[in-house]
């Protein structure tokens, strides 16, 4: 019998509500090593509540996490950030820090207790600011940055961290469309050479090209799993999205595309022929 490597992440029936608000409900979700999933689902689905349960920072009521086989909750959240790094859909608070000693930060799980940034550290901390360009900003304080750049400087933190596994809520966000090429086929680039990544992303259309798995997930429950020509089907996308859209091959990328018609007839707005414009 052949020993199969466990996955890079394992969750199994991940439960967490709110008070009466569930959030996640029995969400079940794996990535194999050298593979990016992409997390996708309308706004509200749990989409960065899963993420941040992965990431450790949710207390969960019900489920496990395995991380490369090893129970999560028999590791320390120094060890858990040794191996894997997030890049938030919010931005953290970083008033008053330079894009430098931010991306410093990243290096935090691997430095001793009272260890402080060395050269190779800083050397690291280069690197992964020229994989983003953000090099040219490092004396620069952050909220002197554009929305798009700070992004930038975010993921070169998360890089940084030099993880095994990279969780990333929407990382094109910000970004222009050539930047949401580039970080996105960055990602794709480190996990061709081996990293495992977990990325929520609203353009359908992107996620299918860059990601091998697709996750929908809607109210706290995983609608579908798959690869992204089984997932992104025009009567899945109606009854999760309320949208209408045409799939279909572009001869341009090879990939998938999703062209978005419009709200299905249940979600087109009623302005009841008023108008706010005037
Ligand atoms: N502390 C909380 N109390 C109550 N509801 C919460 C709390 N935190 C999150 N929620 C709700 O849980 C649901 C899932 O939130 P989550 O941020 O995971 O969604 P998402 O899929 O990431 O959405 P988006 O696409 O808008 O980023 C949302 O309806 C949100 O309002
Ligand atoms: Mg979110």
Redesign the pocket.
């Known amino acids: 019998m052949q020993n199969r490597r466990p996955p890079a992440i394992d969750a199994q029936e991940l439960f967490f509500k709110?008070?009466a608000?569930t959030?996640?409900d029995g969400v079940d979700l794996h990535a194999d090593h050298g593979r990016m999933v992409g997390?996708i689902?309308?706004?509200?689905?749990?989409?960065?509540?899963?993420?941040?349960a992965i990431s450790g920072v949710l207390r969960l009521q019900g489920g496990s996490i395995h991380l490369d086989g090893r129970d999560m909750q028999s590791l320390t959240s120094r060890e858990v950030a040794a191996d894997m790094a997030i890049v938030p859909?919010i931005l953290p608070y970083t008033h008053g820090f330079t894009v430098m000693e931010l991306v410093l930060m990243g290096r935090y799980p691997h430095l001793g207790r009272f260890q402080i940034e060395g050269k190779e550290d800083a050397r690291i901390a280069w690197d992964a600011m020229r994989l983003t360009e953000t090099e040219q900003f490092s004396d620069r304080r952050l909220d002197t940055l554009s929305g798009g750049e700070r992004q930038r400087v975010i993921v070169s933190r998360a890089l940084a961290q030099l993880p095994r596994i990279l969780l990333l809520?929407?990382p094109t966000a910000n970004l222009d469309v050539l930047q949401q090429l580039k970080v996105l086929g960055l990602v794709r680039e480190l996990v061709d050479e081996g990293l495992t990544a977990i990325a929520?992303i609203?353009d359908l259309t992107l996620a299918a090209r860059f990601c091998d798995r697709l996750v929908l997930?809607s109210e706290?429950r995983v609608l579908a799993a798959g690869q992204p020509n089984e997932i992104l089907t025009t009567d899945r996308i109606a009854a999760a999205f309320g949208v209408e859209a045409a799939v279909y091959r572009d001869p341009n990328t090879g990939s998938l595309a999703i062209s978005l018609i419009g709200p299905a007839e249940a979600h087109k707005p009623k302005a009841n022929g008023r108008s706010a414009c005037v």
């Open positions: 709110v008070e608000k959030l996640l997390l689902g309308p706004n509200g689905a749990g989409k960065s509540t899963f993420l941040r859909q809520d929407e929520a609203h997930l706290g």
